[in-house]
């Protein structure tokens, strides 16, 4: 029985509500081009609040993520090591061509020429988030703020509307 977890997916606010998630095209997109979700509920929202700004409102889905293909970064040591390789590996390449370390937009580049992840239908990575409204601690940076990228439609079910909001 694969295992899958619910998961937030952010957009500005259009009616009528999306049936499916919108692909994130951006060339400074942390895993390149993709389907993006949060792990926790408090990202998403502060996700909207700060990025769709310009709508003045946006709108917060739901999913259940089939994790079965999914590289996770975060939770599997395994997988956090092979990430860390290829990327480190793609960085230092890139860093003795060039006398600079790359741009995101580059290591997404090199990874889908190289075709990095294969079998790969998603990543969950993770950051440490900087907003200070969501750190319950001064400084202390102790929880993650954690993403999954679906390259893959089918590992994404269950989509639908949970809530909109005013920025």
Excluded at 10 to 32: F, H, K, S, V
Excluded at 129 to 158: E, G, M, S
């Amino acid at each position: 029985m694969p295992i899958t977890r619910k998961m937030f997916h952010t957009q500005e606010y259009r009616l009528p509500y999306l049936a499916t998630p919108l692909i994130c095209n951006r060339d400074d997109a942390w895993i390149g081009k993709g389907y993006y979700f949060w792990y926790e509920e408090m990202d998403a929202i502060a996700w909207g609040q700060e990025s769709k700004k310009r709508y003045h409102k946006y709108v917060i889905y739901t999913a259940d993520i089939d994790f079965e293909d999914v590289l996770d970064t975060v939770f599997n040591e395994e997988h956090y090591l092979f990430w860390y390789k290829i990327i480190d590996r793609i960085a230092d390449d890139a860093y003795k061509k060039t006398g600079r370390k790359p741009t995101i937009a580059e290591v997404n580049e090199i990874i889908k020429i190289r075709n990095s992840w294969k079998a790969v239908k998603g990543i969950m990575f993770q950051d440490l988030p900087n907003n200070p409204t969501l750190n319950k601690v001064i400084i202390l940076l102790y929880r993650k703020r954690i993403q999954l990228v679906a390259f893959d439609l089918n590992i994404i079910h269950n989509f639908a509307f949970h809530f909109e909001a005013e920025c």
